[in-house]
T-cell receptor
Framework: DTGVSQDPRHKITKRGQNVTFRCDPI?????LYWYRQTLGQGPEFLTY????????KSRLLSDRFSAERPKGSFSTLEIQRTEQGDSAMYLC?????????????FGPGTRLLVL | LAKTTQPISMDSYEGQEVNITCSHN???????ITWYQQFPSQGPRFIIQ???TKVTNEVASLFIPADRKSSTLSLPRVSLSDTAVYYC???????????FGAGTILRVKS
């Protein structure tokens, strides 16, 4: 399967702990996006990378959140000192900027539950 | 970014054609229209994308009138497995953070 993969698929943690999620994009895609989705809502944009450069961050991304894409391939999203409000599905999407238009392809998501 | 309006929910029966209309009155000249499908506990899945007139693929058709202020996603002969949330999005073709609304919950009954 050459789609976007995310790991882990589920994470349960206690408030105050740090968590890290990984996203592996489609191999030839140079853009990578992170979104967050809470129950009953559509996904909300968090941040995106073109190659290894982080080009935009949403104001939803507080100081406790950090994302990296060190070699322009996989990306990690870390949440420090988790809070119950961080409970959500974290989605990764990738796309290619080469072509007539850009289509983002999503991974299965990581569901986070903060107790 | 253009705001979209779509029905909150729709019901259909297996074998019927389903049309979901999305309004986007403030669409910009270079905006494309994209539809995603999402099942519970999964990431959104790209269905179809278009700029004007009609686009068809193996899954759906997308109809866009000349003024581009609305679009209609057409799903032929739906099955129970088409029960999902369908999102209509508009935006520039590149470097675009997708802005999702609440989507349309489609329930297909037997």
């Amino acid at each position: 399967d050459t789609g976007v993969s995310q790991d882990p698929r589920h994470k349960i943690t206690k408030r105050g702990q740090n968590v890290t999620f990984r996203c592996d994009p489609i191999s030839e895609h140079n853009r990578l996006y992170w979104y967050r989705q809470t129950l009953g809502q559509g996904p909300e944009f968090l941040t995106y990378f073109q190659n290894e450069a982080q080009l935009e961050k949403s104001r939803l991304l507080s100081d406790r959140f950090s994302a990296e894409r060190p070699k322009g391939s996989f990306s990690t999203l870390e949440i420090q000192r988790t809070e119950q409000g961080d409970s959500a599905m974290y989605l990764c999407a990738s796309s290619s900027s080469y072509g007539e238009q850009e289509t983002q392809y999503f991974g299965p998501g990581t569901r986070l539950l903060v107790l | 970014l253009a705001k979209t309006t779509q029905p909150i929910s729709m019901d259909s029966y297996e074998g019927q054609e389903v049309n979901i209309t999305c309004s986007h009155n403030n669409i910009a000249t270079n905006d494309y229209i994209t539809w995603y499908q999402q099942f519970p506990s999964q990431g959104p899945r790209f269905i179809i994308q278009g700029y004007k007139t009609k686009v068809t693929n193996e899954v759906a058709s997308l109809f866009i009138p000349a003024d581009r202020k609305s679009s209609t996603l057409s799903l032929p002969r739906v099955s129970l497995s088409d029960t999902a949330v369908y999102y209509c999005l508009v935006g520039a073709p590149y470097g675009n953070k997708l802005v999702f609304g609440a989507g349309t919950i489609l329930r297909v009954k037997s």
